[in-house]
T-cell receptor, first 109, second 113 residues
Framework: RKEVEQDPGPFNVPEGATVAFNCTYS??????FFWYRQDCRKEPKLLMS???SGNEDGRFTAQLNRASQYISLLIRDSKLSDSATYLC??????????FGTGTRLQVFP | NAGVTQTPKFQVLKTGQSMTLQCAQD?????MYWYRQDPGMGLRLIYY???????DKGEVPNGYNVSRLNKREFSLRLESAAPSQTSVYFC????????????FGEGSWLTVV
């Protein structure tokens, strides 16, 4: 079993839709979590950190559920520019980061 | 505003050839990383360096060597390239403390024929 698992998608949604991704992690020792965004043939870039209390940044909301060992990303009012691959990342406080394989989102007009 | 710079961006190698991927960061970060990314496999850690003078193996170190030349630079060497090493390679760095953001270079596309 992979340490960080994501549904690869693709998720095909119309503009304006709300879409949610989940990511599960197997190691309860994980300390910190992140969502990264990766555009085609580009490097991953930080989208947002994920806190136990949940956090929101504009149209994006991230949640952490330690009891069930998953994190989620909610995107409201999807834009065409949101089309990308979203990577879930677990940080085990050992200077290693474990990346999920990514969930691909395609927003269509 | 360079951040993490890696070279070359594209390279084609013949099986058995050697090459070095160069990486430098100007953010005064302690930790540096080399990842490879393959379709359906996600980012896999090859080697990392928690500080100048130290290096450690990641998930897929076989066939690679690294050098942390100084705080800024972390190179990845393929001594005898194999077709299985065809991939996109990303160098990355971060301040070193858990929870800090990791920053990536733009990637190096390597094809071994």
């Amino acid at each position: 079993r992979k340490e960080v698992e994501q549904d690869p998608g693709p998720f095909n949604v119309p503009e304006g839709a709300t879409v949610a991704f989940n990511c599960t992690y197997s190691n309860s020792a994980s300390q910190s979590f992140f969502w990264y965004r990766q555009d085609c043939r580009k490097e991953p870039k930080l989208l947002m950190s994920v806190y136990s209390s949940g956090n929101e940044d504009g149209r994006f909301t991230a949640q952490l559920n330690r009891a069930s060992q998953y994190i989620s990303l909610l995107i409201r009012d999807s834009k065409l520019s949101d089309s990308a691959t979203y990577l879930c990342v677990a940080d085990y406080n050992t200077d290693k980061l474990i990346f999920g394989t990514g969930t691909r989102l395609q927003v269509f007009p | 505003n360079a951040g993490v710079t890696q070279t070359p961006k594209f390279q084609v190698l013949k099986t058995g050839q050697s090459m070095t991927l160069q990486c430098a960061q100007d953010m005064n970060h302690n930790s540096m990383y080399w990842y490879r990314q393959d379709p359906g496999m996600g980012l896999r850690l090859i080697y990392y360096s928690a500080s100048e003078g130290t290096t450690d193996k990641g998930e897929v170190p076989n066939g690679y060597n690294v050098s942390r030349l100084n705080k800024r630079e972390f190179s990845l060497r393929l001594e005898s390239a194999a077709p299985s090493q065809t991939s996109v390679y990303f160098c990355a760095s971060r301040a070193g403390d858990s929870g800090n953001t990791i920053y990536f270079g733009e990637g190096s596309w390597l094809t071994v024929v």
